[in-house]
């Protein structure tokens, strides 16, 4: 079983519409959790970080459910620039280590 | 904004050959990875390197892989003897502290041939 799990896609979806992508994650020791976003052949960005209060950064929304083990992420309003691929990510490991763990992807494409 | 900084960006070698990637992290940062994206696929945790020492490697990071901080900015990946299944981009990552954000370079390509 894959650590980190999300559906592929991929999501077309129109501009200006909500659309939410789901990952769940099998380690319970994992300790911190986010949403980066890739575009292609570059490198991971961060986009938010993933808090059990849930936490709101524009027009992103994330969620984690640590009883469930999974994280959300909700997109409102979206825009031709959202389209890109979207990692869920979770890190475990010692002080020293903290290693992040990466799903496979969801990738979003935006049309006009 | 501080960025992590790799090179060369492309990388092209000759299956066997020793290759040497280079990162320079952002310069307070405490922390240091590398990880790689072989195309298609996720990306895979190779090694964290923390108070001069690997502080965990998975187990893509064999005997052929090795790191370095040579200096006080300089943080290498050597590839002793590529292999063609070494083709893949490798990004380096570092940050401040246990509970920051990590940023990542923007990766060099390396193509084995």
């Known amino acids: 079983r894959k650590e980190v799990e999300q559906d592929p896609g991929p999501f077309n979806v129109p501009e200006g519409a909500t659309v939410a992508f789901n990952c769940t994650y099998s380690?319970?020791?994992?300790?911190?959790f986010f949403w980066y976003r890739q575009d292609c052949r570059k490198e991971p960005k961060l986009l938010m970080s993933?808090?059990?209060s849930g936490n709101e950064d524009g027009r992103f929304t994330a969620q984690l459910n640590r009883a469930s083990q999974y994280i959300s992420l909700l997109i409102r309003d979206s825009k031709l620039s959202d389209s890109a691929t979207y990692l869920c990510?979770?890190?475990?490991?010692?002080?020293?280590?903290?290693?992040?763990?990466f799903g496979q992807g969801t990738t979003l494409q935006v049309k006009p | 904004e501080p960025e992590v900084t790799q090179t060369p960006s492309h990388q092209v070698t000759q299956m066997g050959q020793e290759v040497i990637l280079r990162c320079v992290p952002i310069?307070?940062?405490?922390?240091f990875y590398w990880y790689r994206q072989i195309l298609g696929q996720k990306v895979e945790f190779l090694v964290s390197?923390?108070?001069?020492?690997?502080?965990?490697k998975s187990e893509i990071f064999d005997d052929q892989f090795s790191v370095e901080r040579p200096d006080g900015s300089n943080f290498t990946l050597k590839i002793r003897s590529t292999k063609l299944e070494d083709s893949a981009m490798y990004f380096c990552?570092?940050?401040?502290?246990?509970?920051?954000?990590?940023?990542f370079g923007s990766g060099t390509r390396l193509t084995v041939v």
């Open positions: 990510v979770v890190a475990r490991g010692s002080s020293n280590t903290g290693k992040l763990i």
């Open positions: 990552a570092s940050r401040e502290g246990y509970l920051d954000g990590y940023t």
């Open positions: 310069s307070n940062h405490l922390y």
């Open positions: 993933v808090y059990s």
């Open positions: 390197f923390y108070n001069n020492e690997i502080s965990e």
């Open positions: 380690n319970s020791a994992s300790q911190s």
